[in-house]
């Protein structure tokens, strides 16, 4: 981790991870990873999904590894279906849709997933009620945070212009 952007991601990962262990009932460490997967590399996403799961895991108390795995093999999905259908530089507002219907089925199969693994039951009212916030918080945390992306990006340009 050479610059500070990738310090702030991982506090606001710790932070949501807290949140969503404890008192929020959407997945937020999946709504940040699936925001994230549009604008970074996919080497960067996977490993971090990989780890963000395994902190989730360990806050929430369940197996270590349940949600590394749904993590990881959905954000693949989505890493491949934006290598094929989307170019690099599509604005948040032309992405948005996708995104959002992208994070209610994922967030509806990764529920599923995990509470059949952990508990061997689920709420169906649970998991529509963690859907629907997700899809929420999409529309208004997608453009917050290609916005910063930007801003980080340019940073990163100007330090690469002074040191050549």
Do not use: C, H
């Amino acid at each position: 981790m050479k610059n500070p952007r990738s310090y702030y991601f991982f506090i606001i990962l710790i932070v949501f991870a807290f949140l969503e262990s404890t008192i929020w009932p959407a997945n937020l460490v999946f709504l940040l990873l699936a925001i994230w997967s549009f604008l970074r590399k996919a080497k960067e996403v996977l490993i971090t999904a990989f780890f963000a799961g395994l902190v989730l895991d360990f806050l929430a108390g369940v197996t270590l590894g349940t949600t590394s795995i749904g993590f990881v093999s959905l954000l693949s999905v989505g890493l491949f279906v934006r290598s094929k259908f989307f170019p690099k530089n599509l604005s948040a507002w032309k992405i948005l849709p996708f995104l959002m219907v992208y994070v209610f089925l994922a967030s509806l199969v990764l529920s599923i997933f995990i509470n059949w693994l952990t508990v061997g039951k689920f709420s169906l009212f649970f998991i529509w009620q963690a859907a629907f916030w997700e899809v929420t918080l999409t529309i208004f945390a997608y453009p917050i945070f290609e916005f910063l992306s930007l801003r980080w990006e340019k940073e990163d340009d100007f330090q690469l212009q002074l040191k050549v």
